[in-house]
């Protein structure tokens, strides 16, 4: 009887499965589910291109030219830095409208998130209803700037507004608030501070985090409330404080809606409101002149990173993470 001996798998011809088969086969699938990721991702990337990418640059191509509008593009003429050395040297306006920027970000964005703190410590707590009570101090930042509600904001602080009858009640002699040069930027800052509710969800969402141990432990070493809020919460807090801070600050630098429906698109009045992003809407579309606008586009964003860069530089001395390891 012959003896017969089993075919060795690694010899060729046998019939099996060679090891680069299966490779190649892995490798199309692979390349099968980088395609159909492309795919899925392709509406971004189409969005992003002709929505961001190409807007962007094309804005900062028009910052070097004299574009209007109704100029066609064949007769844009390059400029170079000429809006760029009128926007430091030469608008008078320009810098008004940064001054007043400034003014309504350093006062507005840090009693917005002392606000929302405020709250958020307040309903830190399994009372009775406080879920009712989160959602309707969150409502206001739902309707974010709206125009609808700058227009109810502008008739409440009117002459014969909702504010003024709420002072007559108490003897108080009210104003036409929005008409006053002197207290218009404080109306609008009212309404920014007003929508204190996304960065106190995010607060509470912190406060949760805290571990009770600590909260012991500081209790247990005579520490009273304040001590507390200040040595626990406060540290603990830190990143999330950092985290509204960025945010906070560059929403407050984009301010627009408000001062655009209270002015009627001027600035008004005596320019108290003329934002930055609204003394860039004038240039662009009120003065047509779209190569200027450009131009304090791409400053204004030059700006924003600079400070974000700085929040982020400053950040590793007073943001305390978890692990111990500060950023």
Same mark, same amino acid.
């Given at each position: ?32 589910? %980088? ?72 006062? +507005? ?21 406080? %879920? ?41 002699? %009210? ?25 106190? =969800? ?29 040595? =626990? ?18 929403? %407050? ?43 304090? +586009? ?11 860069? =700085? ?17």
């Amino acid at each position: 009887m012959a003896l017969t001996t089993a075919p060795d798998p690694t010899r060729r011809g046998t019939g099996s499965v060679r090891p680069h088969a299966n490779r190649r086969g892995a490798g199309g699938f692979r390349n099968s589910e %980088g395609l159909a990721g492309y795919v899925f991702l392709s509406p971004w990337l189409i969005g992003l291109m002709a929505v961001t990418a190409i807007p962007m640059l094309l804005s900062l191509y028009l910052s070097f030219t004299n574009y209007d509008i109704l100029t066609p593009w064949s007769e844009v003429e390059w400029v170079g830095f000429a809006n760029y050395e009128r926007m430091f040297t030469n608008d008078p306006s320009y810098w008004h409208a940064v001054q007043v920027t400034l003014k309504f970000a350093l006062i +507005a964005v840090p009693l917005k998130l002392a606000a929302a703190l405020g709250v958020a410590l307040l309903l830190n707590h399994a009372w009775r209803g406080v %879920g009712l009570f989160r959602g309707l101090f969150y409502l206001p930042s739902l309707l974010g700037g709206s125009v609808a509600l700058a227009i109810v904001w502008v008739n409440m602080f009117n002459r014969d507004g909702a504010f003024n009858s709420l002072l007559g009640l108490f003897g108080i002699e %009210g104003k036409p608030w929005v008409n006053d040069p002197d207290w218009a930027l404080e109306t609008l800052m009212v309404l920014a501070i007003w929508q204190f509710g996304a960065p106190m =969800v995010i607060f509470l969402a912190g406060l949760k985090q805290v571990p009770t141990e600590l909260y012991e432990a500081a209790s247990v070493d005579g520490a009273n409330k304040w001590r507390q809020f200040r040595n =626990v919460t406060l540290p603990m807090l830190s990143p999330v404080i950092f985290f509204n801070l960025v945010l906070e600050t560059i929403n %407050g630098f984009q301010g627009f809606t408000a001062a655009f429906v209270l002015s009627n698109g001027t600035g008004g009045p005596v320019d108290s409101t003329l934002m930055y992003t609204l003394n860039l809407y004038i240039a662009g579309f009120t003065d047509l002149s779209m190569g200027y606008a450009s131009a304090m +586009a791409w400053v204004f964003l030059l700006a924003i990173a600079i400070i974000t860069v =700085v929040f982020f530089s400053t950040g590793r001395f007073w943001v305390h993470y978890s692990d111990g390891e500060d950023r």
